[in-house]
């Protein structure tokens, strides 16, 4: 498996507004997936998107795939408060079953 | 959904004591993993474990530490001999084994060494 690289690697807006972070990757992948963790706790499932998607939606969340760049982005729109915490990108090989191996992250501080 | 349970929540020992950490698995669940994150430091990938054995380990999962899935139940992760650098979270994730490889984390289990 590979480590994605999250860009920025902090991010601060106010609360409404939209929040973008974008990760790239070195080679090519099954799907990639996005985590989240508030701070002190576990990593939670975001989205996921397929290899061959482009697009993926779920609620305010809108990830986008380019396998030709090698790079996703994560749109969070009208951020809270609650959404202040970590993100991290995950490329899954097409030799899945393997480990999921965590960049840095983005971390994203929305202020109300 | 169900969720991974991970026991203890804190746990401060001595240096040169054993440590054992639990993690509860999801019934469907054939991949397990642990994970450790330093205080302030990225999520590392410690060991993975499938068909009661062990698929993979990083250069971190020393001597010092095993694993084990004792009776098909608790997944479980040793450190025998804790140091102060042992300190951090440890988080256990289990995977249903699809090719998708979503992972399913417990809330993690503190451990402080002193």
């Known amino acids: 498996s590979q480590q994605g690289e999250e860009d920025p690697q902090a991010l601060s807006i106010q609360e409404g507004e939209n929040a973008t972070m974008n990760c790239s990757y070195k080679t090519s992948i099954n799907n990639l997936q996005w985590y989240r963790q508030n701070s002190g706790r576990g990593l939670v499932h975001l989205i996921l998107i397929r290899s061959n998607e482009r697009e993926k939606h779920s609620g305010r969340l809108r990830v986008t795939l380019d396998t030709s760049k090698k790079s996703s982005s994560l749109l969070i729109t009208a951020s809270r408060a609650a959404d202040t915490a970590s993100y991290f990108c995950?490329?899954?090989?097409?030799?899945?079953?393997?480990?999921?191996?965590f960049g840095p992250g983005t971390s994203l501080s929305v202020i109300p | 959904e169900p969720e991974v349970t991970q026991t203890p929540s804190h746990q401060v020992t001595q240096m040169g004591q054993e440590v054992i950490l639990r993690c509860v698995p999801i019934?469907?669940?054939?991949?397990f993993y642990w994970y450790r994150q330093i205080l302030g430091q990225k999520v590392e990938f410690l060991v993975s474990f499938y068909n009661n054995e062990i698929s993979e380990k990083s250069e971190i999962f020393d001597d010092q530490f095993s694993v084990e899935r004792p009776d098909g139940s608790n997944f479980t992760l040793k450190i025998r001999s804790t140091k102060l650098e042992d300190s951090a979270m440890y988080f256990c994730?289990?995977?249903?084994?699809?090719?998708?490889?979503?992972?399913?984390f417990g809330e993690g289990s503190r451990l402080t060494v002193l």
């Open positions: 995950a490329p899954i090989s097409k030799t899945s079953y393997d480990k999921v191996i």
């Open positions: 994730a289990e995977g249903t084994g699809s090719t998708t490889g979503e992972l399913f």
């Open positions: 019934s469907n669940h054939l991949y």
